[in-house]
């Protein structure tokens, strides 16, 4: 085992024992020489971890993450991001089961995730705000209804690169804001405007076409292609740059900002 290896995990172990070990926070990102023993450690020492970056860290198993999932049972906020050799369906089933508060989870580039794993997330979590599947080209579809049918907290999606993603997806997503709009609407009256996506990245998702882009832009108001408020991301597919959010059509006569449109299939 290298110095940089022993350094690191014997960092994690002198923290776990002691008064941090109440810690709710931890970012380790870029921890290159992160091994199984450290997040051992980190699952047995810090029980009331809720936010967590080990972003880039390649040298742990998917075991060891698994395990972790399983004892810090409070994980809100997650992030993945190029752990590309441990972020698997299987460990996605874990966190499913076992992190039910999960809100923010960050899967970009790990390209082990399939739709079997980030739909078992879609059931078991269902407070999702955020969640980035950026260059997941194994992903549908599918997974999209899913989170479209159970997390309806969801403000923020980022498919950049998602190439197997088509208007199925997008009419869902919009659908799904005309189902729930009479139960939000009565019970949040003024906040309707502020609940659904307020930022979703369809970049280089080259299936996609005007007609279900402008359908889900039209049902969630928070969706801005204008300059000053870029919240909708197509940069990178042509066909897309004629959709436009409501603030185009302000003042012109063509529809109010908040219509919501006939969804068709």
């Known amino acids: ?53 080990i972003s880039g860290c390649t040298a742990f198993s998917a075991t060891a ?50 739709d079997e794993g980030v739909k078992s997330l879609a059931y078991g979590c269902p407070n999702f705000r955020a969640l980035d599947l950026c260059g997941r080209l194994l992903i549908t579809d599918e997974i999209v209804v899913a989170l479209a049918k159970n997390c309806l907290h969801l403000r923020s999606l980022r498919l950049y690169y998602c190439q197997n993603i088509t208007d199925k997806a997008m009419y869902s997503l919009a659908q799904s804001r005309v189902r729930n709009k009479h139960d939000v609407w009565a019970s949040l009256k003024g906040r309707y405007e502020k609940e659904g996506l307020t930022n979703l990245n369809i970049s280089q998702c080259t299936a996609l076409t005007t007609p279900a882009v402008q359908a889900l832009c039209d049902s969630f108001p928070a969706l801005h292609t204008c300059p000053d408020r870029h919240s909708l991301i197509i ?9 436009h ?20 299939h």
């Open 235 to 243: 940069s990178g597919w042509l066909s897309l740059t004629s959709v």
């Open 245 to 264: 959010c409501a603030c185009a059509f302000q003042g012109q006569g063509h529809r109010g900002p908040h219509a919501v449109p006939h969804l068709a």
């Open 65 to 114: 993450l698994g395990y972790l999932s399983g004892c810090c049972r409070k994980l809100k906020t997650l992030n993945l991001c190029g752990c590309v050799r441990t972020a698997t369906d299987r460990v996605l089933k874990s966190i499913g089961f076992s992190c039910h508060q999960m809100q923010s989870l960050n899967l970009g580039w790990c390209d082990r995730v399939s």
């Open 1 to 53: 085992m290298s110095s940089c290896k022993k350094s690191m995990d014997s960092l994690v172990l002198s923290l776990a024992p002691n008064s941090l070990s109440r810690a709710s926070r931890v970012d380790l990102s870029k921890s290159f020489r992160l091994t199984d023993r450290s997040l051992y450690a980190l699952a047995r020492g810090f029980p009331e971890l809720v936010k967590l970056n």
